[in-house]
Structures are given as C-alpha cells and as structure tokens.
C-alpha cells in the first residue's frame, strides 16, 4: 500500500506512463480501455488526497527527494485536491461514454492516438493542479494545451482543424503571457516554489516588477480561462471538436484555469496585494460583460454545440464573479460553481453526443421535432438546461443561491442583479432549443432513429442525476467548497 | 534610469512586440507561426539576460574554488521552453499542412471565403 | 392496518401523485386502466390528506425536513391550518377533475392523453409541496416546480398558438420568480437567517421600514401565480389548454399556490403588525383593488368565454391578495375563505365552459343565448357558480366577500369597500348575464330536445355546484378552519 506521497506522485506520473503504452496498441477498443482503466484510477487516487487533506491537512511530496526551493514540490491541499478529484471524475465518467462514439466520429487508425491525447491532457491538467512550482505550472500547462489542440483537431468536421489553430495561436500567446509574470516573479524574488515566492513577496511586493507580473499572469491565464474578451477561441473549438473531447474539455481544462487563477491570485500574490490593485472592478466588469454577452449571443446560435459554449463563456463568468466579490462566500461560491458547472456542461456535452450519434449532427435546424424520437436523451437535455437555468432541485439553483447570497452579503445589488438576468436570458437560450427539438415539425423524414444505445445513455444520466442529486444534496460540494475558501483565503483550515 | 544598461530588456520587448503584431497582423498561417516563435524568443531572451551575473562565467562546474558562475536556473527553464516552443511550432505546422489539404490554401482570407459559401 | 405517524402521512402526500404519474406511465397502452390509476390515486391522496388534516385540527403540527442544502436553511414540510385547507381543497378538486378529464378529454378526442394524466399528477404532487411548505425556501422551490409540471399541460395541443401561449406562461412566471421571488427569499434570509415560517412575522424588532416595504413589493410581484398587475397576462394565456387544465390549474391549483403563498408570506413572515405600519402595503392594496375593477371591465369586453373566465380569474385573486395585504383578522378570514369558495365557484364555471365546448363546439358568449333549453342543468350550474363568484346568496363566495368587506371597514379603506361593491355589480353583468340569457333569449340556431355534455363531466359539474350552496348553508366547518389563523399557529 503506498504512502500518502507517493500516491501524490503517481497521480501524475501514471497517466504519463500509460500514454504511450496506448499509442502501441493498435486496436481503438483496447486503447480505450487502458485510457479508461487508468483514469478511473487516477479518480481513485484523487479521492484519497482529498480524503486525506480533509481529515490530516495539506501535505507536501519532494520529487526526487531534491528539497524546496530548489527541488520540485507537489503540494495538495482542500482546493486542488478537489479540483483533481473533479478533472479525473469527469474524464472517467466521460470516457465511459467515449468508447461507441469515437468509433463513430474517428477513423480507426487515430483512435489509439486521440486516446495517447486524452492521457496526456489528462497528466496535463492534474499536473498543473497539484504542482507548488511555479515554472511546473506552465509546462504542465503546455502538456495540456499541446494535447488539447490534438483532440480538437481531430473532429471530422475540416473547421476543426482551423479552430484548433486558432487555439493554438491564442493559447500559446497565453501560456507565453504566463512565462513572462513567472518570469518577472522570479526576477524579483529569486525562487520558483510558490511558497517561497508568496514569503519573499511580502517584502518586495509594491514594486513596479511585481505589479507587471501579476497583469501578465492574470491576461494570460485570462485566455486560458475564456474570460471575457479572451474567449474566442471557445466557441468555436468546443463546437468542431469530437463530442467527447468537447465534454470532457468543457468539464476540466477552464476549470483548472480557474483553479491557476485562484493560486496566483491567493497563494502567491496574496489577497492584500491582489485586490489592493483594481483587480475587483476590472473582473467585476468582465464577468458581468461574460454573463451578459454570452447568453445573449447563445440565444442566436444554430449550432447546438456553439450555443452551450457561448454558455460556457457566461458560466465561468459567474465563476469570476463570485472571485471578484474578494470575500470568503464569493470564493466559495465560485468553487462551487467549479464543481456544479463541470457536472452539468459535461452532461450537457454528453447529451449532445448522444444525437450526434444518431443523428450525425448538433445543428438545430436538422434536429427539429426529432427530440421525441430519442425520450431519454431529450429528458436529460431539458433536465440539464433546467440547472443552466437555475431551476431549484438543481445544481445550478444551490450556485445561484450561494451567489446571491455572498453578493447581497456585501450590498452589492447590482451583482446579484446580474446574476438574476443571467438565468433569464438562458431561459430564452435554453428553451428556443428545447421548443425547436419538440415542437417544430420534423425537417425531413428520412430516417426515424433509435434512442442512444445504453452504453451512450448510462454516462449521460450519471451525470445529469448528479446534477440533481447535488442540487439537493450539498455536502460534498458545499462543504469541501467552504473549506478550501476559508484555507485560501486565511491560509488555515 | 539608466536605458542602455538595460538594453537586453529593450532587445527583448522589441522582439516581443514584432512576434506579437505579425501573429495579429499576418494572414498567412505559417507567418502567424514565425511571428509566434519571435515572440517566444523574446521570453527567452528576458530570462536568460536576468540571469547574467556580473564578471560572472557561464555555469559550466570547473575546477576551482568560490568561481563566480552566471545563474544556471534561468537556462534549465529556457531549454523547457524552447522544447515546449519547438513542439508547439511542430504542431502548428502540422495543423497548417492538413489545412492546406483540407482548404487548399494558408492564407486566412481564403478559408473564410470557402466557409461564407 | 396500523396507520403510520403524521410526519410520513406528510411525505405521503407528496409521493402518492408521482408514483401514481409512473403508473400511469406503465399502463399508457390501456386507457381505462390508466384512468382508473388516476382516479384511485387521487382518492387515495384525499384520504391521506383528510388523514392529515384530522390530526391537525386537533391541534398536531407534524413537520418533516427532507434535506439541507443550505446551512441553516431546510426543504421541509410542516402544516400549519391555512396549507391544511389548501391540501384538502386541491387533492379534492382533483379527484373531482379527474372525473371531468375522463369524459372532456375522450369526447373531445384529444391526443397525447397519456402526457396530460401524468403531468396533471406531478402538478398535484408539487401543489401539495406548495401547501405543507414548512419554510420560505420549500415554498419557493415547489412553486417553482409547478411551473414547470404545468407548461406540459398548457402547451398541450402543440400548435404554434399553444407554443407561444406556453412562452408567455414560462416566460412571465419564470422570470417574476426569478428576478424578484428569488431576490426576496435570498434578502429575507441574509436579514433573518432563517427562512421558517412563523406566527406573527420573522423580520427582527429594528428592520427598517424601506426594507420592509421594498421586501414586500419584490414578493408581490415575484409571485406571478396571483396575477397582480401588470404580471397577469399569462392567465389568458394559458387558457389555450384544454379545459380541464383551465379548471384544475388555471382555477384552483396554480393561481390558488399564488394568491396562497401570498397569504402564507403576509401571516407568517410579515405578521400584522408589519403590515400595519407599512405604507407600501396600501399601496399594494390598492394595486390589488386597480387589478380587480380593470380585469372587471376586461372580462365585459370579452367575447371568447374562456377568456372571459380567465379575466374574472384575475380579478378574483385580487381579492385574497387585497385581504392578505389588509392585515387584520376579518381580511385574512375572508381571504382564506375566499381561496375556497372562488375555487369552487369558478371550477364550476369553467367545467360548464368545457361541456358546452364539447356537446355544442360553441366558444363565445353570443353563441349562447337560449342554450339554456338544450343543456338546462349546465346552464343551472353555471347561474349557480356565476352567483358565487359576484358574492350573492345562496353560494359560498358571500360569506367570504362578507369578511372582506369586514376586513376593509376594519383597515379604514373606504375605496377598496366601494371597489368591492363596485365589483359584484359589474360580476353580475358579465357573468350572471350568461346564464340568464341562456334561460330566456331565443336560441340562435334551432336545436331540438335535451344534448348535454358527456355523463363524467355532468356528475363533476353536480358535485362542484352542489358544494357551492353547501358552504352557504353550512359555513361552520370552513369558518373554524379558519378562524384560528391570526392567533395562533
């Protein structure tokens, strides 16, 4: 049985190993179930740093043995421990699916190399969650971005090959963004380790360097976060890309964006220096502009896959918003939404999968009136939108909520306002799209097709009745939501 | 403040800002890719430059005593990022091969105007 | 058998519909089966509710919380004499439109009749999460879910007419819930920290009036379901459904869970005494008063009868809210009384409204003249329940207006009196006008002997009309229900 550190480093080292052990087997099948089998591990893993950290506290692994500063560190604590549990539950449950549907939309000699991808976005993204270098962040960053862009590319439809260079033209220009604030961080204070870098900082902080690293750090996670105005590369990058990798992007890679910000912005800036500067307003603005902007242009889209981006881009808006309340209950409510949010797009995502496998495309022009033909797919559409909505008995109400409730706290109305007119306008999004899919007459009555096979169908349900499930049973989220807040923001458990 | 003393810095936002203007101004794909790897350069070149120590010797372990070596930390992180550039560039021009066989052309406008139809 | 404890008879009450609703759905291929699985699941939810109910009126309060989603904020469910009544008065009437659905809907040959069975059940199960809501947080979340449980039923013919009626419905109710409903409970919860709801008030001794006022203004107009104006136009727009749907829903289910929470929030979360020193409170009142006389004049010009019932609908509800806001013993007396006899009273209506529909395919009002000759007890039925909602003997709805009445003499407000009465003589004109018209005009175009509707629909329109006259002659039951709501819980 391994110790609790070396289950740290296997969290990463794992996935790495088996990706190219994948890419030797040939045959898609097999490839798939070695993907699938480690990431359920990788799950496994992450469930036991969380339990862990939640009963013990936050720990530390030297890789190599080399001691901090100079070494490597792998630290967990409540908050990346429970965005790890999150990415590898996603990909697990969203590789669950993966299987019949990627046999579908790829040909059958890349599939063992879309599955290599999977694995190593995967170690990518845990990689930059669990890292306490600052320089390891970035190049787990680019692990994950490289593979990204991979799986992008390999949609069948030919604009996912310019969706994912536009990608990687603007994530690289981020990730670039990203290296030149550590870059600076290290110029002022010598050291890479984020620990020691946020000890040294309180000496040297208002400086002109320090203060350029933090907007550099800030732009560049920024793109990879889709913030407002850096989102444009999403929508079209979740809307070409095969529908799993859209899943389970659109469940994890904003998520440990987010994750990057809350880091910086807490851990190594500190939250004295970080809303000393404008950083409250300016993000106040930007996500409301997200929320705002998002759901109304979601609203016109035809592109069933284009419009949940756009609501994707409102989404991590109200993440934003809850970061730029600068108290406990907004931090809280953001990582909540994390974990509320990557729940429903990845169900709604995988809902979308379910009709582009049978009806070969997510255009709701060619689906109308065709929802009937395939019942609990179209149930499990209007169940998710009902969470984007924010209906109550949904995760997506228990986010709203906790929202409102932090925005009201500090008298912010307009906030919560916004917050409120968000949910109006996604039900104008999300049922245009439900009324097409039932309502109108069937656009051509070629085929009538089956419902999704179970296969499709199970992963699907897990996690919309997850999503129902959390909406009334909060503890989990709710609780470790709290916890890692108060652990961020006061540096205690 | 002295400006030529510090002219690494001045080397490296010039480069930062051309690799930046030719990836927003170009509408050529493999131009967009040039533009980017000037821009990376540019960070390469920041870091490295920091790391310079005054009269100080690259960090090469010689035989001697208290010998004054430059910072090798800043060249352990640029050799990451340069393998981390060299594969982006690989990929991006990947990705502008099979756009050349999937739209017949590099150039942005052209695909734009074969996706209005 | 032994009969289990109060607090899962609670649960009961909310289960019962929905595994009815999955039955139905497992006998979708049978339709008498699956009629019958209605009907017993609907007299099986009375009986449980009555269950309930003797168990209150003895002084029992079970409560039952079902889960913590929020730290220090529950869902649960609790009984409190105002939801006993609401219960009792939707899981009746169900049954009792069930009867009516079965003869409506086969003679009307509609489709989708399977649909329409279940999300009636599921609307019912979350009516009866609206009626034993033990705080403001359950209250909001079963409101909200009627909404959604009732969309399917109001969009039932699926013609672009219902879609867009649908639209409005959703998008009215939705957004009133949302915006202002959801900003209230979340205020009151931050000023409060708690949501439960109790005699006399929640808010603390200091709060300031403004807040008070604004708090009350943002549920008001949150609570859509009571078609305040100028948040009422989904009631028209509803009444695209088919008529058991208007009746049920649109006459008892959904506009009696607005005008009751309504109540429900103005006893238990505001109190009298808030509502006394609250200047917005007269306003609002006043605001119920407008919405009364202008639906009056609405309905006049109205020549679909529907339509006109729907206008007569909103301007009804104005009164249990004009008594809620009123805040003293007669007004919330009447107001209760009121949510009854209404329900009785315009379910009657509409189930007429519906057999005319079905035996005669006649849709205005100026069809009907002399109808009265070929459908004599329908149009009996409808004088009747046209007299009980203008407020005369001998129907129920004179003893509740009565107590409004009382209720505005009481509070000082001499217009909404004079707005009240005002409001009988116009009641009379457009609605006690049908039926006499139908008795004594000419028929239009020559029918011979006796068509009335289906035989369901006729033992439904029997009983609502002959418990319309009950309450007038035998009040007492209603009245002690009631009577107890100012002072104690």
Known sequence: MATIEQLAIFQITIPLIVAPLVFLLKNGNRAWFLTLVTSVAMMWVASQLLVHVLSVGEFVTQIGGWAAPWGIEYRVDTVNAFVLLIVSAMSSIVLMFARQSVNQEIESNKRSLFYTSWLLCLTGLLGVTITGDAFNVFVFLEISSLSSYVLIAMGRDRRALTSSFQYLVMGTIGATFILIGIGFLFIATGTLNMADISERLSDTSQTRTVRTAFAFIIVGIGLKLAMFPLHLWLPNAYAYAPSVASAFLAATATKVALYMLLRFIYTVFGFEFSFDLPLSETLVILSSAAILVGSVVAIFQDNLKRLLAYSSVAQIGYMLLGVSLATQAGLSAALLHVFNHAVIKGGLFLVLGCFVFRFGTASLKLLSGKGTQMPWTFAAFIAGGLSLIGVPLTTGFVSKWQLVTAALDIGWWPVALVVLAGSILAIVYVWRAVEVLYFRPVSDDSQIVKEAPLELLLPTWLLIGANIYFGINTELSIGVADVAAHWLMTGTR | ?117 | MKIPASEVLLLLALIIPVVGSFFIFLCRKYPNVREGITLITGIALFANVSLIASRVFTGERPEFVLAEPFSGFTLSLAVEPLGMLFALLASFLWIITSIYAIGYMRGHGEDNQTRFYIFFACSIASVMGVAFAGDLLTLFVFYEVLTLMTYPLVTHSGTAEARRSGRVYLGILISTSMVFFLLAVVWTALEVGTLAFSIGGIYPEGTEPWVLGLLLALFVFGIGKAAIMPFHRWLPAAMVAPTPVSALLHAVAVVKAGVFSILKICIYIFGANSLHDLAVAEWLSLLAGFTIIAASIVAMGKDNLKARLAYSTISQLSYVTLGALLGNSAAWTGASMHMVAHAFGKITLFFCAGAILVAHHKKNVSDLDGLGRVMPFTMGAFFIGSLSIAGLPPTAGMWSKWYLVLGTVDAGELILLNVLLLSTLLNVYYLVSIPIRGFFKPLRTPVSGIKEAPLPCLIAIGVTTTITVGLFIYPEHLFQAVSGLVTTW
């Open chain 2, 1 to 117: 403040m002295d400006i030529l003393s510090h002219y690494n810095y001045w080397v490296a936002i010039f480069l930062m800002m051309t690799g930046f203007y030719v990836v927003i101004a170009s509408g050529n794909l493999v131009k967009k890719l040039i533009g980017l790897n000037v821009f990376q350069a540019s960070v390469f070149i920041l870091y490295i430059s920091a790391g310079v120590v005054d009269k100080g010797v690259p960090p090469i372990l010689k035989e001697g005593a208290s010998i004054l070596y430059s910072n090798p930390l800043p060249h352990v992180l640029i050799l990451t990022a340069i393998v981390v550039g060299v594969g982006t560039t690989a990929l991006g021009l990947a990705l502008a091969v099979r756009i050349k066989e999937a739209y017949g052309s590099v150039e942005e406008d052209d695909i734009h105007a074969q996706e209005e139809d």
